[in-house]
């Protein structure tokens, strides 16, 4: 992808909390590209920093946060540039879902449960797009039918208790679609769904971004989540990105031992019996006192005398894949990839060359 469609740009983003025990430091200076049409995936555990970075996109940060160094740079389609962190308030008002909208992880809370679903939705197009009443409702009808709501008519004058998981979820991605955004920013949209409603879900997203051309970043604990939507991903550790490149090399040649780590923690289906589950040992770090080398050191097994000392570089591994991992530098002893992380990448390869060989 050229540097002629990047619609985002983000460059050194710090955010930190003040609390009463000190100064959190979610976020400590991360940087990514989001290009026009794709779905960056932003993968780490809960804590990594995931949700803050991209809550600053749309002005949604706590009262007790701090944007320090940074800038977030939104290059919309025949407009001019803007840089999104110094916006204010009413700034935000007037950008926040018309540019960048987003899908928030528990439907239900973003939902308000003592106003009809109909009204939720065309309160968005008589607000924003200034259409009638009688015209709000025929769009949000259309909308309701188009994300999957079966008996739009009927379903629009129902409260939010009345539905389903999976159905309050296609009115969220509705809400989110009815500003027609140019960047959708998914929040571990399908956590608290079953596997089966989860798959449509994503599906949903996929299909609806191909249709209107929406940049999307996918935020996620779990790399099986956006094996088959993410185009690019940045893997984040204590609040850094520790790699980032497309999804195939994430995948299938990833390089930071973080990153091997998640891989080798979910399930799989060439599981053997009796074979117990990978877990990460230790914990992550507390980042009121982030640790000056590696964050990851104390829980790597493969960790050299440098990264205790100094954080990582990000080195690069091709034109489109880095990783900030002392192993990549040219003096690092030579580390294998743990025996159960390749078997997988193996087994997956193969199971991608059948799918393609029966096409």
């Given at each position: ?328 530098h040219p003096n690092a002893p030579k580390v294998e990839r743990p025996a159960l992380l390749e078997r997988r990448i193996k087994n997956s390869l193969q199971r991608q060359q059948e799918r393609e060989q029966a096409k």
């Amino acid at each position: 992808m050229s540097n002629a469609n990047k619609i985002l740009e983000v460059k050194d983003l710090t955010i930190s909390f003040n609390t009463y025990a000190g100064k959190v430091q979610a976020v400590r200076g991360i940087s990514f590209d989001l290009f026009e049409g794709e779905t960056l995936a932003i993968v780490g555990e809960s804590g990594s920093g995931k949700t803050v970075s991209t809550r600053s996109l749309i002005g949604l940060l706590a009262a007790t946060a701090e944007i320090g160094n940074g800038t977030a740079i939104y290059n919309p389609p025949g407009a001019d540039s803007i840089d999104l962190l110094p916006l204010k308030d009413k700034e935000w008002n007037a950008f926040r879902g018309k540019e960048i909208a987003m899908i928030f992880q528990d439907p239900f809370s973003s939902l308000n449960p003592i106003k009809r679903i109909g009204k939720q939705i065309s309160e968005i197009f008589t607000m924003q797009h200034k259409l009638s009443k009688v015209e709000a409702k025929l769009r949000a009808i259309e909308l309701m039918r188009r994300v999957g709501i079966p008996m739009p008519e009927k379903r629009y004058s129902q409260y939010p208790f009345q539905f389903s998981g999976g159905m309050r979820q296609r009115i969220v991605i509705a809400i989110a679609l009815a500003s027609d955004p140019k960047i959708l920013i998914c929040d571990e949209p399908t956590t608290a769904l079953d596997v089966t409603i989860q798959a449509q879900v994503l599906a949903l997203i996929s299909e609806i971004r191909r249709e209107r051309n929406i940049s999307t970043i996918f935020i996620t604990h779990d790399l099986g989540v956006v094996a088959h939507v993410a185009d690019r991903i940045a893997v984040m550790y204590a609040g850094k990105i520790v790699e980032y490149g497309t999804a195939h090399e994430v995948f299938y040649n990833p390089q930071h031992p973080y990153t091997w780590s998640l891989m080798s923690s979910m399930p799989d289906m060439d599981i053997v019996a009796g074979e117990e589950l990978e877990a990460i040992q230790g914990t992550p770090p507390n980042m009121l006192y982030p640790p000056e080398g590696d964050a990851f050191a104390e829980r790597n097994p493969n960790a050299v005398a440098m990264d205790l000392k100094m954080h990582p570089p990000m080195f690069k591994v091709s034109d489109t894949h880095y990783a900030a991992t002392w192993l990549l530098h040219p003096n690092a002893p030579k580390v294998e990839r743990p025996a159960l992380l390749e078997r997988r990448i193996k087994n997956s390869l193969q199971r991608q060359q059948e799918r393609e060989q029966a096409k």
